[in-house]
């Protein structure tokens, strides 16, 4: 039977590989525009998209098309969130690579730990700039984030040294030795004689004289 719409779509499947062979990009994304009208999640099109976004360095316009990949995404599954985290992860590298937007790299991967809260990148990335820009509560909000995964997941080597540096920054950034002692008695909760620990809240104490 006679189906327009997908002789309409054959047309603009052959105009697509014809421009894509050409030396004129603009009229390729224009064509592959027209594809996505029909099918918005014509994975050929959206690869096609990006990689001439990329070529003609279209930042933005690449950015706003990783938004529409991110509202394509179907589900809250591993794979799903997985496919989110890719994406978000390929718009951290533009808005730090290409347009040296701080804020947003910032802001992205806080989103990634939305979707993936252990996300070691995002961590990792979120647990240096904090500390270079000497963002301390952020960064105490990092490390706190940090050692709470550690302890779900029975890493007490992990959890300690995260709760020894959250003290250190409390007593030397804030000079709030209140807050630094609750993180060493955590310490103590699960290694009573730790010597390091003891000598540190001792020291502690002392800060609050």
Same mark, same amino acid.
Do not use: C
């Given at each position: 039977?006679?189906?327009?719409?997908?002789?309409?779509?054959?047309?603009?499947?052959?105009?697509?590989?014809?421009?894509?062979?050409?030396?004129?990009?603009?009229?390729?994304?224009?064509?592959?525009?027209?594809?996505?009208?029909?099918?918005?999640?014509?994975?050929?099109?959206? #690869?096609?998209?990006?990689?001439?976004?990329?070529?003609?360095?279209?930042?933005?316009?690449?950015?706003?098309?990783?938004?529409?990949?991110?509202?394509?995404?179907?589900?809250?599954?591993?794979?799903?969130?997985?496919?989110?985290?890719?994406? @978000?992860?390929? !718009?951290?590298?533009?808005?730090?690579?290409?347009?040296?937007?701080?804020? !947003?790299?910032?802001?992205? @991967?806080?989103?990634?730990?939305?979707?993936?809260?252990?996300?070691?990148?995002?961590?990792?990335?979120?647990?240096?700039?904090?500390?270079?820009? &000497?963002?301390?509560?952020?960064? =105490?909000? =990092?490390?706190?984030?940090?050692?709470? &995964?550690?302890?779900?997941?029975?890493?007490?080597?992990?959890? =300690?040294?995260?709760?020894?540096? !959250?003290?250190?920054?409390? #007593?030397?950034?804030?000079?709030?030795?209140?807050?630094? =002692? &609750?993180?060493?008695?955590?310490?103590?909760?699960?290694?009573?004689?730790?010597?390091?620990?003891?000598?540190?809240?001792?020291? #502690?104490?002392?800060?609050?004289?």
């Amino acid at each position: 039977m006679f189906d327009p719409k997908r002789l309409k779509r054959a047309k603009l499947l052959q105009k697509v590989f014809e421009s894509a062979s050409g030396i004129n990009p603009e009229k390729a994304i224009d064509t592959w525009k027209s594809i996505l009208k029909l099918k918005a999640d014509y994975e050929p099109a959206r #690869t096609a998209l990006r990689r001439l976004f990329t070529q003609t360095q279209k930042w933005n316009a690449l950015l706003e098309f990783l938004k529409e990949d991110l509202n394509l995404v179907v589900g809250d599954d591993s794979a799903a969130n997985a496919r989110r985290v890719s994406v @978000y992860l390929q !718009m951290i590298e533009i808005y730090r690579d290409r347009l040296s937007l701080d804020v !947003m790299v910032v802001n992205t @991967y806080n989103q990634v730990l939305q979707v993936d809260p252990n996300n070691a990148e995002a961590l990792d990335a979120l647990e240096t700039r904090f500390e270079e820009s &000497a963002r301390w509560n952020d960064l =105490i909000g =990092i490390l706190k984030r940090r050692a709470d &995964a550690a302890r779900s997941f029975g890493d007490d080597e992990g959890f =300690i040294s995260l709760q020894r540096r !959250m003290a250190v920054l409390w #007593t030397e950034k804030f000079s709030n030795p209140n807050q630094a =002692i &609750a993180h060493l008695e955590a310490v103590l909760e699960l290694r009573p004689s730790d010597d390091a620990a003891i000598a540190q809240l001792i020291d #502690t104490y002392r800060h609050r004289k």
